[in-house]
């Protein structure tokens, strides 16, 4: 009788044989398709030491034929005294049996069902990164092909694994980052650059591990990564460069999109991937089905803007779980040369890139209402609106006191502080 084993990667089931040794079915790699359950079946013979693989195959594991095809291949790997002891006929009614108590064992026990003690205090949330990436959660950077995003990832990267607070206040934990776009000579020469740009030592390691896979699709990636996650354990965290590189099929997808979000998901870490791209004629979300942003617990629309050879960057939270509201941040690249990496990286303000803070047939009285909505406390004095829109005190003041949209909160001193007006102030 075969007895099974639910692990890591799947069921397995074994049998003592009278010769000694046992009979093993494996069935690894388990998933639901629009036909049925696939996944790899191998069958062994195991004294202890290590298995001997006899067939293996991966298929739709409720198809009679398919389990019959590798059950023949399998035996005819016998030895007289094995074949004896495990005879064909056994050999197929043991595959049978395992193919259809397999999926149920596997989804059943793989999975606990839990129940919430009151008196119980949950952990408060922790960002790895602040407050674009939550700990155990996952992360999507979305823009425009080109204006620096690939930067942006591997400095986040860089902050994270090696518990550098320069630009954003960190966790450190290891981080992989899983390269499907860029050569690794380049992303040596950028990982330096980076460091320095952010004030690292360039003696002191990055502690970021590199996946180079460059042309390979995050399919072909999934299983190595899934283990370095296993080696490092805990908060780490996994970067995917890119979301456009994945090859999991059509980006506009339903079936692609949910199948990258389950493997990344998967991957049993923080992760964050980037970069996504946007549609030409709209860069407010990502390109693709609806369910990547779906998917993601944070959503992080990223806008570059070019004034004086310093290259700004704008990062809006555009989707949060578990969060409150985060204003926009402002940050600048600065390059020596236009050849040559980039040399600093640095907070910028609204009013150095005035092109990231204009939104597409957004008016000034819109930027001023977007400014006020993106505080947690919802009110901001004429100085605070000033900076964070980029706009003139003349103007901000005129259009506060002329619009029935802004009310006058209190007075602090000589500041101001104004709110949205609501229903109650008309």
Not at 68 to 78: E, G
Not at 212 to 240: C, E, F, N, P
Request: no cysteine.
């Amino acid at each position: 009788m075969m007895h099974p084993e639910v692990t890591e990667q799947g069921v397995r089931w074994l049998m003592d044989l009278p010769t000694g040794e046992r009979a093993v079915f494996y069935y690894h790699e388990i998933r639901r398709e629009k036909t049925g359950v696939h996944a790899l079946v191998a069958i062994a013979l195991s004294d202890g030491s290590g298995d001997t693989i006899l067939a293996h195959d991966t298929f739709n594991i409720g198809r009679h034929a398919d389990r019959t095809r590798v059950a023949n291949a399998a035996h005819k790997q016998l030895g007289e005294v094995h074949r004896d002891a495990w005879d064909l006929t056994t050999m197929q009614h043991d595959l049978d049996t395992t193919a259809l108590a397999t999926p149920k064992m596997w989804e059943e026990q793989r999975i606990d069902v839990v129940e919430y003690n009151p008196t119980d205090v949950p952990p408060d949330l922790v960002f790895a990164l602040e407050p674009f990436i939550i700990n155990g959660g996952g992360t999507i950077f979305f823009g425009p092909p080109g204006g620096g995003k690939s930067y942006l990832l591997q400095a986040i990267a860089v902050s994270v694994a090696s518990g550098h607070s320069t630009l954003w206040t960190v966790t450190a934990a290891p981080v992989l980052y899983v390269n499907l776009e860029r050569d690794g000579t380049s992303m040596h020469r950028r990982e330096r650059a980076v460091m320095a740009a952010l004030g690292i030592g360039l003696k002191e390691p990055s502690g970021v591990s590199y996946l180079h896979a460059r042309g390979m699709g995050l399919s072909t990636v999934d299983r190595l990564a899934r283990k370095w996650v296993r080696d490092h354990g805990g908060y780490s965290g996994v970067v995917l460069d890119s979301v456009s590189r994945s090859q999991l099929g059509r980006l506009n997808d339903d079936d692609t999109a949910n199948r990258f979000i389950d493997m990344m998901n998967g991957l049993g870490a923080s992760w964050w991937a980037g970069i996504g791209h946007t549609p030409r004629a709209d860069d407010s979300h990502l390109y693709g089905s609806v369910h990547f942003d779906a998917g993601e617990d944070i959503g992080v629309q990223v806008k570059s803007d070019k004034q004086n050879g310093t290259l700004g960057i704008s990062l809006k939270i555009t989707k949060s779980n578990d969060i409150g509201n985060y204003p926009t941040q402002y940050l600048a690249y600065e390059f020596d040369d236009k050849d040559k990496p980039v040399t600093k990286m640095r907070h910028a303000s609204q009013t150095e890139f005035p092109n990231l803070v204009l939104e597409k047939g957004q008016s000034e009285e819109d930027r001023i209402v977007q400014a006020i909505n993106e505080t947690s406390n919802g009110e901001l004095s004429v100085g605070e609106i000033v900076e964070r829109t980029g706009m003139k005190y003349p103007s901000v003041s005129r259009r506060l006191k002329a619009s029935d949209q802004f009310n006058l909160a209190r007075k602090e001193g000589k500041l101001s502080i104004y709110r949205l007006a609501t229903e109650d102030d008309v």
